[in-house]
Each structure stands twice: as structure tokens, then as C-alpha cells.
Nanobody, 114 residues
């Protein structure tokens, strides 16, 4: 069983920054990838950024140059540094750990508003 726990959401003004954290625990010795997805009201869940363990990273076009995903392997933790935030970044952000399938966290709300 895999547990995924996110933290770090909140309210920020446009142009501001936030850092999200996500830790995976449990049976994760075959973890393939970890990533961040988001779902805005009335929209489908979409990929924000993903890191393949020992491989590449992927970003949505809408966040390239503003968001950075990183990983601390010793802590089984991934971070999402979000800079130059825009109102359209407002969403619930979900962490995903791919370990023989998708394992999701409970989500953390990010609100970008003045």
C-alpha cells in the first residue's frame, strides 16, 4: 500500500510564489514516477509536472519557465516550486506516485487572487 501526502497550498497574490511538497510512503521500492496534477473548477484534471525516477521531467506548456519540479530521493519527496503565479493557476493540486499504478494524495488548494 502506498500513501501520498501533499502540503503547501494556500492563498497568494498574482506574481507570488508557493512551494508544494509531496511525500510517498509505504511499499514504494518500485516507484516509477512522481508528479503534480491540478484540477480547476469545471475542468478536467491535468498534468502540471512529472519527474520520472532516474529519468526526465515533463511540464505542461502553461507552466514552463515558471514552475520547477524537484525530488529528494532519500525522503521520497517531490517539490513543486511555483513562481510568477497567475489567477489561472488556481486549482486543487494533487500529487501522484506511480507505483504499479496511480496513487493519489488528497489534494491541496492553491488560490491565486488579489
Amino acid at each position: 500500500q502506498v500513501q501520498v501526502v501533499e502540503s503547501g497550498g494556500g492563498l497568494v497574490q498574482p506574481g507570488g510564489s508557493l512551494r508544494l511538497s509531496c511525500t510517498a510512503s509505504g511499499i514504494i521500492f518500485n516507484i516509477y514516477a512522481m508528479g503534480w496534477y491540478r484540477q480547476a473548477p469545471g475542468k478536467q484534471r491535468e498534468l502540471v509536472a512529472r519527474i520520472i525516477i532516474g529519468g526526465s521531467t515533463n511540464y505542461a506548456d502553461s507552466v514552463k519557465g515558471r514552475f520547477t519540479i524537484s525530488r529528494d530521493g532519500a525522503k521520497n519527496t517531490v517539490y513543486l516550486q511555483m513562481n510568477s503565479l497567475k489567477p489561472e493557476d488556481t486549482a486543487v493540486y494533487y500529487c501522484n506516485a506511480n507505483v504499479k499504478g496511480d496513487n493519489w494524495g488528497q489534494g491541496t488548494l492553491v488560490t491565486v487572487s488579489s
